[in-house]
């Protein structure tokens, strides 16, 4: 059903109209020193793939690419143990997974989730005048490089970060079902950039989005200020060449975070835009405060992203 054609956040296989198997795979490097808090967010990033697709998590691997030396087991430990809390979370059951020997520690899932065939949302069926929502705010991938640099505390801003790294994105992604949304995908690695770009070469379509509603972080803006970079930005910001442009009013900070890569981000959402407002409102009374419209999809002979 779902390939490799349009760079989607998962596959999918069909089986029937009402079992149709997501399967996704992911790991990453730890963001923060917690090892409880470095498992629970590299496994909800990783469950992320199949609530971007409107599907239910329903088995879990562990990916573990652990050092043989040098970390205690008791940390190890600790990253499977916030893994699993997330599994649990999300209802799903961890059947196994596998460990290999590597210098740099990494962790994260293979999910296998399911979800019926009239609900699957892919992120190149965005349609034109459809409302865009985003479910998190973003600016987490400056604030973890400003915090490991010393430029910011080790016990401020990023404690809320993680958490919210942390948090599933069950709740949008069974709303987003409810109401019918036309397109979806997770901002992760690539940023809101680049995800929305694969959103609008996928689809076919232009993609508008207002700077003043995007839900963000104002350290995230302090850090960039500050020339902070992550070790992805730059090659973010190439990765859509000249597909993005930038309203002069737009601050110089703002535009840089389109291209901050997220760990654990929220859903894009692309739905009508009759429907947009109640969409918010319910995903907001699932607890999902931070999510906002923030901007909308237009007819465009090119794929493009456009910031005002």
């Known amino acids: ?105 990494k962790y994260g899932l293979s999910v296998t989730g399911v979800v019926k065939k009239a609900d699957i949302k892919r992120n190149s069926t965005a349609k034109p005048g459809d409302k865009l929502i985003l479910s998190k705010r973003i600016g987490t991938g400056v604030i973890v490089t400003g915090t490991r640099m010393g430029r910011l505390p080790p016990d401020g801003i990023i404690l809320q970060v993680a958490a919210d790294m942390a948090c599933l994105n069950a709740a949008a992604s069974k709303r987003m079902v409810e109401f019918g949304a036309s397109a979806c995908t997770d901002v ?29 972080y104002s350290e995230s803006l302090e850090m960039i200020q500050q020339g902070v970079r992550t070790g992805v930005t730059m090659s973010n910001r190439q990765s859509v060449g000249e597909h993005f442009r930038v309203n002069a009013s737009v601050p110089e900070e703002l535009a840089w975070l389109f291209f901050d890569p997220q760990t654990s981000g929220g859903l894009l959402i692309s739905i009508a835009a009759e429907r947009a407002q109640a969409l918010l409102d319910a ?15 237009f007819a465009s002979e090119k794929p493009e992203i456009i910031v005002e």
């Open 188 to 216: 992760t690695g690539f940023g809101l950039a680049g995800h929305s770009f694969e959103m609008a070469k996928g689809s076919g379509v232009g993609i508008r989005f207002r700077a003043s509603k995007i839900p963000h």
């Open 1 to 105: 059903m779902v390939g490799i054609e349009t760079a989607d956040d998962a596959g999918v296989f069909h089986i029937s109209d009402d079992i149709n198997l997501v399967q996704t795979a992911d790991f990453i490097t730890p963001p923060l020193d917690d090892p409880f808090l470095f498992g629970k967010i590299a496994a909800a990033n990783s469950l992320s793939d199949v609530y971007a697709m409107g599907g239910r998590p329903l088995t879990a691997l562990n990916l573990c690419c652990f050092p043989a030396t040098g970390v205690d087991k008791e940390i190890l430990a600790e990253i499977l143990k916030g893994g699993l809390e997330a599994i649990q979370e999300a209802g799903a059951a961890l059947v196994g997974g596998h460990t290999v020997k590597d210098e740099e520690l």
């Open 283 to 297: 995903i907001r009374s699932d607890g999902v405060r931070e999510a906002e419209i923030v901007g909308e999809v």
